[in-house]
């Protein structure tokens, strides 16, 4: 039987550039209690390594960039960690935002303003819509969609509280435009005066500033 | 970027979003993020099912993030990384269980009573769910600190026997550290095949 040590020594010696061996083909050398004795050892050792250093160019177009960029969204926006939690949910899904966005819709009872839901989803997935307003009528639909709880999806859009605003010069937030996301301006409807709010504004935006 | 610490990098994203300089933010974030992903993917492989693995460790990493912003993670980053990890690998089989919720780590959930995570999935045994408290019961049964360091140093980081030795001086040997690693591991084994998991924090 292939000794433990001599495994966790070799795992070790394979991920010395900071976690990145796959555990699994160490596991699939042993059986039984080694087994379980190796994947204790690795997931120890794995708690102490040393955060990796950064490398440009394995970063780019990587698993870790994509999460990167929605952690990035997250923290930059208003929507606590929804740009990360959002398309993830989505995926896990298996749906695509247009059929999600189809059957926000008519949970909503909107199936009329499908676009307008898919406007106010896709603020949602980029951090552009403040957590804060949409209300719980949307979430517990949402969340019936994608398998998560309402309150949940609230706690995740408070996570991190909203900063201040972009001060950076000539500033725009920069939008990503995945799965055939709407191309007008996201926030155009802030403009428009509170008389013209209508249900679904008030489900994705809370009441009206001049209520 | 690269070379600053943890604690001083989430200080530099603090101040870069509390002067709405988002920009600024991206290294930083790339830095972390790079820096971890790989780590916590292997460690959810040997608790999770595959399909599910990138999912846990992409919001772990947000979650991480996000709340240390808020001032509300636990000591090091490190280590809160880590703690939302295994929080968030038990909410998963806490769902498949049905098992209704989960109490919130201090300071993450701010106060909120809900579980996260998804619908049940299929059947999984994680290699490593039993064997990590085994292991903490085996560490904490130790008595003396250069046995501890032994483990430490030798077992779960990756010093050498003879480095682990100098390092801890007071007489050790590389004789010694691969003695006290293999009682070590003869301990852990035993508690594997006993089913005890009841110890103390590694």
Redesign the interface.
């Known amino acids: 039987m292939t000794d ?2 001599q495994l ?1 020594s070799e795992y ?2 394979a ?2 550039e ?7 083909p160490y ?1 699939a050398r042993v059986s039984g ?5 190796l ?11 040393p ?5 440009a160019e ?2 780019h177009g ?4 994509t ?2 960029e ?3 969204r ?3 926006g208003e929507s ?2 929804w740009p ?2 959002l398309p ?2 989505r ?2 899904a298996e749906l695509r935002r247009s059929e999600l966005v189809h059957q926000l819709a008519a949970r909503l009872g909107a199936q009329a303003q499908e676009q307008k839901v898919g406007e106010y989803y896709h603020r949602m997935e980029q951090g552009l819509l403040p957590a804060a307003g949409v209300s719980d009528t949307v979430l517990d639909a949402l969340g019936k969609i994608v ?3 309402a ?2 999806l ?3 859009g ?4 909203p ?6 010069a000539g ?1 725009v937030f920069a939008r990503t435009h995945r799965g055939g996301a709407p191309e007008g301006p996201p926030d155009a409807r802030a403009a428009q005066p509170a008389e013209e709010w209508d249900e679904v504004d008030r489900l994705f935006r809370g009441t009206p500033p001049s209520a | 970027m690269s070379g600053l610490a943890d604690d001083a990098l989430i200080d530099y994203l603090r101040g870069a979003r509390e002067a709405g300089r988002h920009d600024a933010m991206k290294a930083a974030i790339a830095v972390l993020v790079f820096g971890y992903h790989d780590t916590l993917m292997n460690r959810a492989r040997l608790k999770l099912p595959e399909p599910d693995v990138a999912d846990v460790v992409s919001e772990t990493l947000a979650s991480a993030i996000a709340s240390a912003f808020d001032g509300s993670s636990v000591g090091e980053f490190k280590s809160w990384l880590h703690t939302i990890l295994s929080r968030r690998i038990a909410d998963y089989h806490d769902a498949r269980t049905r098992t209704p919720r989960t109490a919130p780590l201090p300071g993450e959930h701010l106060g909120d009573e809900q579980v996260w995570g998804e619908e049940p999935s299929e059947p999984f045994e994680g290699d490593a769910l039993h064997a990590r408290g085994c292991l903490e019961t085996a560490y904490c049964e130790l008595e003396r600190d250069s046995h501890r360091a032994v483990i430490d140093l030798y077992v779960l980081r990756a010093r050498s026997a003879a480095d682990t030795a100098a390092l801890i001086g007071e007489g050790m040997t590389e004789a010694n550290v691969h003695q006290i690693a293999s009682r070590f591991q003869r301990r852990f084994k035993q508690l594997l095949e006993e089913g005890s998991d009841t110890g103390g924090e590694l």
Request: no cysteine; hydrophobic share 40%; charged share 25%.
């Open positions: 433990v040590m966790l070790k010696e991920s010395r900071g976690g990145g061996a796959d555990p699994r596991l209690t080694d087994r379980e004795l994947a204790g050892l690795i997931d120890a050792y794995l708690e102490q390594a955060r990796r250093e950064f490398d394995r970063f990587s698993p870790a960039a999460i990167a929605e952690v990035q997250s923290l930059a606590g960690i990360a939690l993830q949910l995926r896990r398998g998560w709880t309150a949940a609230r706690t995740a408070t996570l991190p509280t900063g201040p605003p972009r001060s950076d500033a």
